[in-house]
């Protein structure tokens, strides 16, 4: 029972470890998916957070543009249609002056009807800084004629009827001047109902300027050097699908399909327009000591001198108005934005974003496939580790069993040539044996059984040797020399056995580069298994002969019953002995193959193995040296002596 645990300890023990290994696949492929949405959820508002500042920050420059190019108006509550201060102003001090590319003033002259309707258009001329009579332009005549025809605004209840503050014609901004606000009897709002015509600003944006200096700056500014590459931005006419700008240079990646982020923009945002005109009754009251405080008070883009003729533009924001000036003309825009606007949505156009690699989908699946392989490396190789340790300590038991058999049967081998020896040696000390053939006799048995035990010894010493990395010193040698050396050495086994030994060989010398003495051993010990395993009939077969012209091969075939196929994977493994030798109870420490394919292999050379029901083959293939003179053989044993590095033995 203890021993059943012991051995079924470690396969609980990796089956535990496997379940965890297990757990750990589970949970992190749950969590790495968490993290994977969290990272798109967070790309995805960063994207969005981006895209948003941007359209807003063009959209604010579209509606400073609006407010700045309002009509100026002086102290007294009328129009004065010729200023110009306000369009100069725009050109030397807004941040972005070439937004504009023209600016137009319209005037409408109610006729019989709209159709009877008159308009004269004049433009106005930076370098003489003046308003010039022209005639309608290509550019803008669609918008002329739209707002031609167009019913005539009503300011009975509010303004209702305007016309949207950005034209797809041009494009342009559409700037009203409505009647002049003035303040009624109870501080009502009312409007002015002269016959005068009805006016409007128009400024011609430039698309160019937009999409060459405008878009690209706003684009570096909102997304970063880093991130300017990281997506492709693609700007549309919302109305007819053309494209505007484009990031890449490539036109075949302009047009994005599924975009990872998409928002509508180009539109004035009249709600806004507190960011231009800024009203602080107190701070104007206290910035003017001794001066009463005008009637609507308002400081534009901060504090002003006091309103009047002789009052300097402000450096940062359009011209300082009188009474019924920025307090009340916002009002009136923005009753113009939520009453006056139609139907139909501002946005011109339409950005859309995509990440370079396709999609933000695609970029968080590639980052999980990424972390996938780098998780589920380190599992396997926590998985292959533990397999390793597992093997290795199953090998290690097998091993440890091996050499305990090693050691037993070693001890049993040892035991049977020393208790012959002993028994003889006893014989021949006693006196018990006299006669001269019988002391003979007792010697010869002496001698065989020392030999068995000096061949047991050495086996174990030459697997030593091996282990601990010793190499063979090699030198030209006959390939048949070799194998007569070993039929010699095996002389008193075959004369013992009376087995025959039926030897083949080329008549030219087959010279091979080898240790003699070492490669002679292994010949020897594959006749010594031939001997024990080669069956009734007593026979050995030898054979040197070329082998592809490369190699040199030294067979040894028996007529014994063959190797069990389930032993031939193991047969060159150390102390491995197969199910023959157990069974037939066939002497032996399971060295004498692994020290063959040890010693081959030394030599560059292999092993093959033939075994069937009538016999086997074993044939050592060895590289032939037929450019190198032979040397004689070095006189010494064939056994390795006791570790000693000696010339022509393991060194």
Not at 71 to 98: I, K, N
Not at 189 to 214: G, H, K, Q
Not at 574 to 586: L, N, S
Request: glycine content about 8%; hydrophobic content about 40%.
């Amino acid at each position: 029972m203890q021993l059943m645990t012991r051995r079924s300890g470690p396969l609980l023990l990796a089956g535990l470890l496997a379940a965890l290994l297990l757990v750990l696949a589970s949970l992190q492929w749950r969590w790495l998916g968490q993290i994977s949405a969290d990272e798109r959820d967070r790309m995805q508002a960063s994207l969005r957070s981006h895209v948003e500042d941007f359209t807003q920050e063009f959209d604010r420059e579209l509606t400073r543009a609006y407010f700045w190019l309002q009509v100026d108006r002086g102290p007294s509550p009328t129009v004065d249609a010729s200023s110009t201060g306000h369009f100069q102003r725009w050109f030397t001090q807004a941040p972005h002056p070439g937004l504009v590319r023209a600016i137009h003033v319209l005037s409408i002259h109610p006729g019989a009807g709209t159709t009877g309707s008159t308009v004269t258009l004049s433009t106005y001329d930076r370098s003489r800084d003046a308003l010039v009579g022209s005639t309608v332009p290509d550019d803008v005549a669609a918008l002329v004629e739209r707002l031609r025809v167009q019913p005539v605004p009503t300011f009975d209840k509010g303004p209702t009827g305007m016309p949207a503050p950005v034209a797809s014609e041009g494009p342009a901004l559409v700037i009203p001047r409505p009647p002049v606000p003035v303040v009624g009897a109870g501080g009502a709002i009312v409007f002015s109902r002269d016959e005068r015509p009805w006016d409007y600003t128009i400024a011609v944006l430039d698309t160019a300027y937009m999409r060459e200096a405008f878009l690209p700056e706003l684009l570096k500014r909102h997304f970063g050097e880093g991130k300017a590459s990281t997506y492709r931005v693609s700007v549309v006419d919302r109305q007819s699908g053309a494209p505007v700008f484009c990031s890449d240079g490539a036109a075949s990646r302009c047009t994005i399909a599924k975009p990872d982020a998409s928002e509508s923009f180009f539109e004035v945002r009249m709600r806004e327009f507190n960011r231009f005109v800024v009203v602080d009754d107190r701070r104007t009251q206290q910035g003017r000591p001794g001066q009463a405080r005008p009637a609507d008070g308002p400081v534009v883009a901060g504090a002003l001198p006091p309103p009047g003729p002789a009052a300097p533009p402000h450096a940062g924001g359009p011209p300082h108005p009188g009474p019924g000036g920025p307090r009340m003309q916002v009002n009136v825009l923005r009753q113009m934005d939520d009453r006056g606007r139609r139907g139909d949505h501002q946005e011109l156009w339409r950005a859309n974003f995509a990440h370079n690699a396709g999609s933000l989908e695609a970029v968080v699946a590639t980052t999980r496939r990424r972390n996938l392989f780098v998780s589920t490396s380190v599992l396997l190789l926590l998985g292959a580790s533990m397999s390793m340790l597992l093997i290795s300590s199953t090998r290690a038991r097998k091993l440890a069993a091996q050499q305990m058999e090693f050691v037993a049967g070693v001890s049993h081998e040892l035991r049977t040539p020393l208790a012959v020896i002993r028994s003889a040696a006893e014989n021949l000390a006693d006196g018990v044996v006299g006669d001269t053939a019988q002391v003979q006799r007792y010697g010869q048995l002496i001698a065989s059984e020392g030999r068995r035990l000096t061949e047991m010894v050495e086996q174990v010493m030459e697997f030593a040797g091996f282990d601990a990395g010793r190499t063979l010193d090699t030198r030209p040698v006959a390939a048949v020399e070799v194998a007569q050396t070993a039929v010699e050495a095996s002389g008193p086994l075959l004369t013992q056995t009376d087995t025959h030994v039926d030897f083949e060989s080329p008549d030219t010398p087959l010279v091979i580069k080898a240790n003699h003495p070492a490669l002679a051993r292994s010949v020897q010990n594959l006749i010594s298994n031939a001997v024990k395993y080669g069956g009734p009939d007593r026979w050995v077969g030898l054979r040197v002969a070329p082998r592809d012209g490369r190699m040199v091969a030294i067979s040894v075939s028996d007529h014994g019953d063959g190797i069990p196929e389930q032993d031939l994977p193991r047969i060159f493994e150390p102390f491995f002995r197969g199910r023959h030798a157990t069974d037939g109870h066939v002497p032996g420490s399971g060295l004498g193959l692994s020290l063959v394919d040890r010693i081959v292999r030394q030599h560059g050379g292999r092993v093959e193995v033939q075994s069937s029901a009538r016999g086997t083959t074993f044939t050592l293939l060895v590289p032939s040296a037929p450019d190198l003179p032979v040397t004689a053989p070095v006189d010494e044993p064939l056994v390795v002596d006791s570790g000693l590095a000696r010339r022509g033995q393991l060194s």
